[in-house]
């Protein structure tokens, strides 16, 4: 029963190629989030999702682009890959907009 | 053993010790703060908050201290264990839903 759950794990793929990471809360949360995890561990959000509604879109390239096909899933698909997007993406989900309930992470590897 | 800021990323205690681990916030109109622990290869997980009217609160073998004059908030853990080895973060939330992450401390504990 796991709270938030990413899928895959683990992505490695080439410079050019489109890719999706999904995510999935069983908390009933009304928040979603997408967050960036660098080498040196710092977390930066990415994107918000209220109800299915965008609510924070940080300076994220429009490569990146989040889709909520309902409140307890927030995918994000990434085209065009490049070699600076390799890092950890943790989804996360909250219920009161203050404590994160994040998922495992997904590990992307761009070569 | 203590952290200085955030110029000291990593913090290395013995098992049994107190360990206290530090950090600076930006904004002064920050008023919700949150500690989290993340152990390697895994999502970061709440351990404990704290508001801005409170300039204490206390967990089972954590206590968070917030100063809001120097805009400084502490993690005190009670008794080192080797399962508290792990990379602390402290976020203050700035504005609505922005949950902002201070860059970490890496908390290594030897038995």
């Known amino acids: 029963d796991t709270a938030v759950s990413q899928t895959p794990k683990y992505l490695v793929t080439q410079m050019g190629n489109d890719k999706s990471i999904k995510c999935e809360q069983n908390?009933?949360?009304?928040?979603m989030y997408w967050y960036k995890q660098d080498s040196k561990k710092f977390l930066k959000i990415m994107f918000s999702?209220?109800?299915?509604?965008?609510?924070i879109n940080e300076t994220v390239p429009n490569r990146f682009s989040p889709k909520s096909p309902d409140k307890a899933h927030l995918n994000l698909h990434i085209n065009s890959l490049e070699l600076g997007d390799s890092a950890v993406y943790f989804c996360?989900?909250?219920?009161?907009?203050?404590?994160?309930?994040f998922g495992p992470g997904t590990r992307l590897t761009v070569t | 053993g203590e952290s200085v800021g955030l110029h000291l990323p990593t913090l290395s205690v013995q098992e049994g010790d107190n360990s206290i681990i530090n950090c600076a916030y930006s904004?002064?109109?920050?008023?919700?703060f949150i500690w989290y622990k993340q152990e390697s290869g895994k999502g970061p997980q709440f351990i404990i908050d704290?508001?801005?009217?409170?300039d204490k609160r206390q967990g089972q073998r954590v206590t968070v201290l917030l100063n809001k004059t120097v805009k400084h908030l502490s993690l005190q853990i009670a008794a080192t264990q080797p399962g508290d080895s792990a990379v602390y973060f402290c976020?203050?939330?700035?504005?609505?839903?922005?949950?902002?992450f201070g860059t970490g401390t890496r908390l290594l504990v030897s038995p």
């Open positions: 908390l009933g949360h009304d928040t």
């Open positions: 976020a203050e939330t700035q504005g609505f839903q922005k949950l902002v």
């Open positions: 704290i508001r801005s009217n409170m």
């Open positions: 904004n002064s109109a920050s008023d919700y």
């Open positions: 999702y209220n109800n299915k509604e965008l609510i």
């Open positions: 996360a989900s909250s219920q009161d907009l203050e404590v994160r309930h």
